[in-house]
């Protein structure tokens, strides 16, 4: 597109232009479930600079958002240095969730934190490799699932195409590219590959479908009426917590507590909440609260409706983090392209 518009106007840049869409990988026989699927949603970036140094600052600006996304999250990732392979280009890092099922092969430096592709680390079998940037020799191999990608293109497709601009001279000059993907599917996907057990899913606070899940009486059960009465206070208040849209109501009361709550757990809900036998207690009703990772409580309204507020504002500070950030960092850029 810019190279059929160009040139531009050097006041015009940086520019970053992004896309959202479905790619289709076309492979013989699929592999990797769902992590390496014929379809799949990808973001797409591309950025525009005047030079190699002011590309080398967007880059760090984008990878800076690309950190806290996946701090987000709240899935253990490693940025590791990679190779630019076909893409080209000067500069280029690989975000990857460890996994056993991982199609890539990564060090990882116990002693300094470096972590790198074996593509790039040049591995040899008969020799030792030492980390790059401690020297030291304790790296570990280990499996990874690349689910972002970054790089530094310089001028490699601008050039032979045509994409300029008009530099301060009015003269034109190819512009100083950058690239950025995330596979959003392959996120999605492999978290819950990481994270989840052979008997539960588990997702990410941000990514969870619900936040709440309520499980109600079995009908015809001799505490469904005193049960319910509980069941629709909750109703009210969870949805008013954290969203009613955010709240998974399993009012199947035909099957048993068991089977709902067995299925509730299959899909990983972050807060399952039980309204039982023990709810129609008199002096003291009780809810039965299920976390992920098998946790149980046993808490009264007051305190289950706690949890719920706990983990709502929990979800608000992960997103209202990010975007404070984001906008001081465009605040500040901005002023310092008037000046």
């Given at each position: 597109?810019?190279?059929?518009?160009?040139?531009?106007?050097?006041?015009?840049?940086?520019?970053?232009?992004?896309?959202?869409?479905?790619?289709?990988?076309?492979?013989?026989?699929?592999?990797?479930?769902?992590?390496?699927?014929?379809?799949?949603?990808?973001?797409?970036?591309?950025?525009?600079?005047?030079?190699?140094?002011?590309?080398?600052?967007?880059?760090?600006?984008?990878?800076?958002?690309?950190?806290?996304?996946?701090?987000?999250?709240?899935?253990?990732?490693?940025?590791?240095?990679?190779?630019?392979?076909?893409?080209?280009?000067?500069?280029?890092?690989?975000?990857?969730?460890?996994?056993?099922?991982?199609?890539?092969?990564?060090?990882?430096?116990?002693?300094?934190?470096?972590?790198?592709?074996?593509?790039?680390?040049?591995?040899?079998?008969?020799?030792?490799?030492?980390?790059?940037?401690?020297?030291?020799?304790?790296?570990?191999?280990?499996?990874?699932?690349?689910?972002?990608?970054?790089?530094?293109?310089?001028?490699?497709?601008?050039?032979?195409?045509?994409?300029?601009?008009?530099?301060?001279?009015?003269?034109?000059?190819?512009?100083?590219?950058?690239?950025?993907?995330?596979?959003?599917?392959?996120?999605?996907?492999?978290?819950?590959?990481?994270?989840?057990?052979?008997?539960?899913?588990?997702w990410p606070c941000l990514l969870a479908p619900y936040d709440v899940c309520l499980?109600?009486?079995?009908?015809?059960?001799?505490?469904?009426?005193?049960?319910?009465?509980?069941?629709?206070?909750?109703?009210?208040?969870?949805?008013?917590?954290?969203?009613?849209?955010?709240?998974?109501?399993?009012?199947?009361?035909?099957?048993?507590?068991?089977?709902?709550?067995?299925?509730?757990?299959?899909?990983?809900?972050?807060?399952?909440?039980?309204v039982g036998a023990k709810a129609a207690q008199q002096d003291s009703p009780l809810?039965?609260?299920?976390?992920?990772?098998?946790?149980?409580?046993?808490?009264?309204?007051?305190?289950?409706?706690?949890?719920?507020?706990?983990?709502?504002?929990?979800?608000?500070?992960?997103?209202?983090?990010?975007?404070?950030?984001?906008?001081?960092?465009?605040?500040?850029?901005?002023?310092?392209?008037?000046?």
């Open positions: 597109m810019l190279a059929t518009t160009s040139p531009i106007s050097y006041r015009q840049l940086p520019l970053r232009l992004y896309q959202i869409g479905p790619k289709f990988r076309d492979e013989l026989k699929t592999r990797f479930g769902l992590m390496r699927a014929k379809e799949f949603l990808m973001k797409d970036m591309y950025s525009f600079d005047v030079s190699e140094e002011k590309a080398g600052e967007t880059y760090a600006i984008v990878s800076a958002a690309y950190d806290r996304l996946f701090k987000q999250l709240e899935v253990p990732f490693v940025k590791v240095n990679a190779a630019t392979g076909m893409m080209g280009g000067s500069v280029s890092h690989e975000y990857h969730y460890i996994s056993p099922v991982g199609e890539d092969t990564l060090l990882q430096c116990s002693s300094c934190g470096f972590a790198g592709n074996s593509e790039v680390l040049d591995v040899k079998p008969e020799s030792p490799v030492s980390c790059p940037s401690c020297k030291g020799s304790d790296l570990k191999e280990v499996r990874g699932v690349e689910v972002a990608h970054t790089f530094v293109l310089g001028d490699k497709y601008s050039k032979p195409l045509g994409a300029t601009f008009l530099n301060t001279s009015g003269k034109p000059q190819s512009l100083v590219m950058g690239c950025y993907g995330i596979g959003i599917t392959r996120v999605i996907a492999a978290a819950l590959e990481v994270l989840s057990s052979e008997q539960e899913l588990y499980i109600g009486p079995k009908q015809g059960s001799k505490e469904q009426s005193a049960a319910e009465l509980i069941e629709n206070e909750l109703l009210s208040k969870v949805g008013k917590l954290c969203g009613h849209q955010e709240l998974l109501h399993d009012d199947r009361k035909e099957l048993t507590i068991g089977k709902r709550l067995l299925e509730a757990k299959r899909l990983g809900h972050p807060l399952t909440i039980v809810l039965e609260v299920h976390l992920s990772k098998g946790e149980k409580l046993e808490l009264d309204i007051n305190e289950a409706l706690k949890l719920v507020a706990e983990h709502s504002q929990h979800k608000k500070n992960l997103l209202n983090c990010s975007f404070l950030q984001d906008k001081e960092e465009y605040i500040s850029q901005s002023a310092g392209q008037q000046h």
